[in-house]
């Protein structure tokens, strides 16, 4: 449960979210609907005008109980105050409305429910005008009546609200802010009650009225216990909240399910004998996580990763890459932002990042604790922590350093969510889903997308060794050159293989510059083919044409058998040599004899397929060229 608490702790630190003017931290007792219609009222109970919501402004925050918060099957329970049509309008049935299969024998049963409890809440010590506004108007059952008079629901021929409507000429506006087939029948609807002297009318950001529902429904909770998570005795929970990946998301990270589900049945009695929640304590924990998931979580599918600490400060998330990595250790003091830039060389990549872990370990303190964890599920229903590790400040800010210095490489793909002028060429950490989909490929499933980013959390966690199987289908796939449609995608693999490999092998003191020293045949080979693909590609780039060299054809097979490879390879060269000039050639021999000279006889003649390394002697090698050939154009272009 310790989960649970720290999330508990996080709320109570940080109540001032709730009134934060975007994305506000929802209050206990609440939960968020999307509506679609807004009819206003008087103070006294008498309709004034309706409209249609607008799908950017429909995001709205309703009072709920335990049932109706995670409500299904065919007998739904009700909301206390916003709710669909068919619990508000007296009158639904007469216009053709359709109730939930459970209530058909009882057509206004979930009318009469709302307005029971509607009126018991309004009459309580905690009522509010509002709640009595709304009810005055629901007891007349007109509901239907007005927003069919005021052209808000359609009807046909004969008086009834259509479920759908055929011709896409004159259609209801109604009918563009429905999910799917949804009928307008079917549309949800919040209140806003206009009173002379009232300067806040929507009910669902009128703070009295929230705090009204929250006091009101806490009382009513007779069922009290202790509670596994603070250990005092308190109100029991017995249903717990839902939708906390998104508005739609039905998983849930406790459920005690009913007497049929052996959710507990066989070892307990009862649900509260398996385990017993108080009921502000999963509010308020489950709001919180809700609310840190979908503002500073990573989300892949059913995936989702989220980093926080207590105090409030921003947390980089550990599946990030080094790009959002360092924007968000970009937060200044006072909560603004500084300019984001990247860098181009590994010291320059090295400075910038230890001079902005040093800065937020300032900023957060050494021995705050910071929190990461991972939520999946296997079915809609049911949700589990795959993940959670609690961490000082200092010890997850040193594992994060140690992640993005161990596996950055020089990259030219351009980042998930980054502006489209992003330079071409920089130097970075992947983030977790480049690496899970440059291994399996850009139509990886999602669960095993998901299941390989959990894999990898301890590694940037923890600091536990990359597996090894990731890093040698990554590996595989970039020596699978043709394998490729687009040139960038292999380029965005070659360049994560390049990284995992040097951090797997951390030991070995690679580095993303050519070294010229490094003699081990690995190494030596991917030089060669660089040497291979950089004087075909260069002749072929002089007469024009555009087609794939044979290194890159024959890369895969070159990675197997290196040594009969090499030999056809070096063969099938001659033709693009005569291409080149003297100068271009005696410069690239140059380089093809300092290569040769590194190695040993007994290595060059081995024909066993080769590791991962060669991709690094490869980029190095290739990236040392495109250097030189650009000095080398600006040579030839300053005699001209």
């Given amino acids: 449960m310790s989960w649970l608490f720290s999330l508990y702790e996080t709320y109570e630190n940080n109540q001032e979210l709730r009134l934060a003017p975007e994305k506000p931290l929802l209050p206990i007792c609440h939960t968020t609907q999307q509506a679609h219609i807004e009819v206003v009222i008087s103070g006294r109970g008498e309709f004034l005008r309706a409209s249609v919501v607008p799908r950017e402004d429909n995001t709205t925050l309703i009072p709920c109980t335990e049932s109706s918060s995670s409500r299904s099957g065919i007998k739904p329970q009700n909301h206390p105050l916003c709710d669909k049509l068919q619990y508000l309008a007296g009158d639904y049935t007469k216009y053709g409305g359709v109730v939930t299969k459970g209530f058909a024998k009882e057509p206004t049963e979930p009318y009469l429910s709302y307005l029971s409890d509607l009126k018991e809440w309004a009459e309580s010590t905690y ?25 808000i629901l359609p009807v046909d021929s004969s008086g009834r609200v259509p479920s759908e409507w055929t011709s896409r000429e004159d259609m209801p506006r109604i009918f563009s802010v429905l999910p799917g087939t949804q009928a307008p029948y079917d549309a949800f609807v919040r209140w806003v009650v206009e009173e002379e002297g009232v300067l806040e009318t929507k009910v669902w950001r009128d703070q009295e009225l929230i705090q009204s529902w929250i006091n009101y429904y806490i009382s009513r909770i007779t069922e009290r216990d ?81 980093s926080w600490a207590n105090i409030g400060s921003d947390i980089p998330n550990p599946a990030e890459d080094s790009i959002s990595l ?202 060669l083919l660089a040497y291979a693909d950089n004087l075909e590609g ?23 058998r290196p040594y009969t490879t090499w030999r056809n390879l070096e063969l099938r060269l001659e033709p693009y040599r005569n291409r080149l000039s003297p100068r271009q050639n005696n410069w690239l021999y140059q380089e093809l ?20 390394e060669f991709l690094l002697g490869y980029h190095c090698q290739m990236s040392e060229f495109r250097k030189r050939r650009s000095r080398l154009s600006e040579d030839s272009e300053a005699l001209s």
């Fill in 538 to 560: 260069w002749a072929l780039s002089e007469a024009g044409e555009k087609r794939a060299t044979n290194a890159a054809k024959m890369m895969h097979r070159f990675s197997q």
């Fill in 226 to 306: 202790i509670c596994y998570v603070t250990g005092d005795e308190v109100a029991i929970a017995t249903s717990h909240p839902a939708k906390i990946r998104n508005d739609g998301d039905k998983a849930k990270l406790i459920s005690s399910n009913d007497n049929s589900g052996f959710t507990f049945r066989g070892r307990f009695e009862n649900d509260v004998q398996a385990v017993s929640v108080g009921y502000e304590v999963t509010q308020k924990a489950h709001n919180m996580l809700a609310w840190l998931v979908r503002n500073q979580g990573f989300q892949s599918g059913d995936l989702a990763i989220v």
């Fill in 326 to 527: 360092m924007a968000s250790l970009n937060l200044r003091l006072d909560g603004s932002t500084e300019q984001t830039d990247v860098a181009y060389t590994a010291e320059e990549f090295a400075l910038k990042l230890r001079k902005k872990i040093l800065g937020f370990k300032q900023q957060l303190g050494e021995f705050t604790n910071i929190y990461v964890i991972a939520l999946d599920s296997a079915t809609p229903g049911r949700m589990s922590v795959s993940y959670y590790r609690e961490l000082w400040g200092s010890e997850f800010l040193g594992k994060l350093e140690k992640w993005h210095m161990s596996y950055a490489w020089e990259q030219s793909y351009r980042p998930r969510g980054s502006e489209k002028d992003f330079p071409h060429e920089y130097v970075a950490t992947p983030s977790l889903f480049d690496i899970a989909e440059v291994a399996y490929g850009s139509r990886v499933d999602a669960k095993l997308r998901a299941k390989t980013i959990e894999r990898l959390l301890p590694s940037v966690i923890e600091g536990h060794p990359i597996p090894r199987d990731i890093v040698y289908a990554v590996v595989n796939r970039a020596t699978n050159r043709v394998a490729f449609a687009e040139e960038w995608e292999w380029r965005k693999t070659l360049t994560i293989a390049c990284g995992l490999y040097k951090g797997a092998n951390i030991e070995e003191g690679y580095t993303m510059a050519l070294d010229r020293t490094r003699n081990t045949r690995d190494y030596l080979y991917g030089r």
């Fill in 127 to 151: 009522g509010h005008p509002k709640l009595r506004a709304v009810l005055r108007y629901v007891e007349k059952g007109t509901l239907m009546e007005d927003l069919i008079h005021y052209a």
């Fill in 593 to 612: 004899l300092e290569t040769m000279d590194l190695f040993r006889p007994e290595d060059f003649t081995n024909d066993r397929p080769l590791s991962g």
